[in-house]
């Protein structure tokens, strides 16, 4: 396996990368190209970024992955994720990988996890350079999310409240309040051990705004001529299932959506076989080997 650690530009801001080429490819030889995203928070090191690029590779494709900004070694303030930063890191992501004499230009895909899930949903509704996008544990509707993830009257108005207080100390100060991760996107004790070292503890609460205010199901019927694909725990601990559903209904053909019951919000983490044959059988088809134009 070839790797080479490449860095890109975003609205003034160097990421960090890792490109990757499969083995056995020829010199001169283009290949489809797929970008992994990485949850919030978290970096280009996730097991639900490693874990797909080794599997993508070894299906014969190049992989990019690369730290959103403030994230892992990218530069931007620690912890202020801003959707539409994200998805503007992601469509210059698809700008680098245009320029590489390696990758098919007309073939480079998106495939995120939760919040990477949902940028490259958006990115991909946006931007007919993205040939196919694969969302696992993605949402389209951030204030529905955090209903779901806020479920009692009481953790909603303590949410909300959070919100509010953001937008006044940023009024009052001219600086963002900080607020811990799980006040944002709580976990299970059980799926703790999945957060990634580095991963970002406490964020901006005009991350959590951002996020908010995030609606990837007002452009993913956007996506259309162009394939996505839906990958959902049925019983996911962290983002309800709801949210593939609800893009799922507002998408345009050719999407599919696949539920796993033996599985939890970090699937791509568990090297759950089923979930890549369904992966692969996808990729084949629609962003197939060898298809050169």
């Known amino acids: 396996m070839n790797e080479k650690t490449i860095s890109l530009t975003s609205q003034g801001l160097r990421l960090a990368g890792v490109l990757r080429w499969p083995a056995g490819m020829k010199a001169k030889e283009r290949r489809p190209a797929l970008i992994v995203l990485h949850g919030f928070g978290s970096n280009k090191s996730a097991e639900n970024v490693l874990g797909p690029c080794a599997e993508l590779e070894g299906m014969g494709y190049i992989t990019l992955r690369f730290d959103m900004p403030g994230c892992g070694d990218s530069e931007g303030p620690r ?5 539409m930063e994200q998805v503007q890191a992601t ?64 953790a909603w108005a303590d949410f909300t409240e959070m919100l509010a207080k953001g937008r006044t100390h940023r009024e009052k100060t001219g600086t963002s309040l900080m607020v811990p991760r799980m006040q944002i996107v709580p976990l299970p004790p059980g799926l ?27 452009v993913v019927h956007q996506m259309s001529p162009r394939p996505l694909m839906l990958l959902h725990s049925s019983v996911d601990s962290v983002t309800p299932t709801a949210q593939s559903l609800a893009l799922f209904a507002k998408a345009k053909m050719p999407t599919d959506l696949h539920l796993f019951g033996d599985t939890d919000h970090f699937m791509f983490a568990e090297g759950n076989q089923r979930v890549w044959n369904v992966v692969r059988d996808w990729l084949y088809k629609y962003l197939p080997l060898g298809a050169q134009k």
């Open 192 to 218: 703790k051990r999945q957060l990634v070292p580095g991963a970002i503890q406490e964020f901006t609460a005009e991350t959590a705004q951002s996020m908010f205010d995030f609606r990837a199901e007002d």
């Open 91 to 154: 469509l210059d992501a698809v700008s680098f990988m245009t320029g590489e004499a390696s990758v098919q230009s007309d073939a480079i895909g998106l495939i995120g996890s939760s919040f990477g899930a949902a940028v490259a949903v958006y990115a991909g509704a946006v931007d007919q350079r993205v040939a196919g996008v694969i969302s696992s544990g993605g949402w389209g509707h951030g204030e529905n999310k955090f209903r779901g993830q806020h479920p009692t009257p009481q």
């Open 79 to 83: 912890g202020n994720l801003i959707c």
